[in-house]
């Protein structure tokens, strides 16, 4: 018997904020990226954005919902290389949907394709992590809820390109972020459903227990989030640097400006 809450339901909660808090990051970044008007500022604002979105808003909460799954009386260990190789994918993909919405002129047709593309993506990364599982039973999928599952990935990633481009307001961000984490968290449990446990692997489990990566995991995770953080509150966007550069230009005509009615002073 296949469990997705085996801790109990903490673990629900812990991953839609940690979603939440990474796609409302992620958002942020893209507006800063959207004030740039250089290219190439843009496409480094948006590369944060993917890890913001990419790596904490879908990766990270992927892990943290794996967390509580166990099948009964087997056990489950993880392929370190293939779980990395899945966080790559979702940063990877986020970030081309990024650069396809946030570099050039933006289209309603470019936002589907680009949509589409990272939430097969997206879909990648989900099954790729789960090709990291090595349990001691067979495990397998139904055709329908894998289907369903990169349907819903595909709607959470168009949606997350729309909101990252149209999206002008801190405020509203946090709503936006909330209904991506809970597309994202739809899908990942719409694909856990699908999962089917079936006789013995022919095979030993080979791999690291979960509970092994929590702290590692934890580590980084705070690591990126503060990061991004900082970003966010203490890097100025070329708005702000020219707003500086006129007030810095205002007061130095000002202090050059000779005093009314004061006669220079003759040598």
Known sequence: MIEHFSHGYATLPVAFLVSMTGSALGLLLARHARRHKGAGRRALWLTVAAFAIGGTGIWVMHFVAMLGFAVRDARILYEPWTTALSALIAVAVVACGLYAIGLGRYTPLKL??????????????????????????????????????????????????????????????????????????????????????????????????????????????????LFLVFTVVMVPTDEELKADEHLSSLQRRTTDRPVAGRKPPRY
């Open 112 to 225: 589907a394709a680009a949509g589409t593309l990272t939430g097969i993506g997206v879909a990648a990364m989900h099954y790729t992590g789960m090709a990291a599982v090595s349990a001691d039973v067979e495990l397998d999928y139904r055709l329908g809820y894998v289907i369903a599952s990169v349907a819903i990935a595909i709607g959470a990633a168009t949606t997350a390109l729309w909101l990252s481009w149209r999206l002008q307001r801190a405020s509203s961000m946090w709503l936006a972020a909330a209904v991506m984490a809970l597309a994202v968290n739809l899908m990942h449990y719409t694909g856990m459903l699908g999962l089917v446990a079936g006789g013995e692997a022919d095979e030993a489990p080979h791999g690291v227990d979960a509970v092994d990566l929590v702290f590692p995991m934890a580590t980084l995770t705070a690591i990126v989030l």
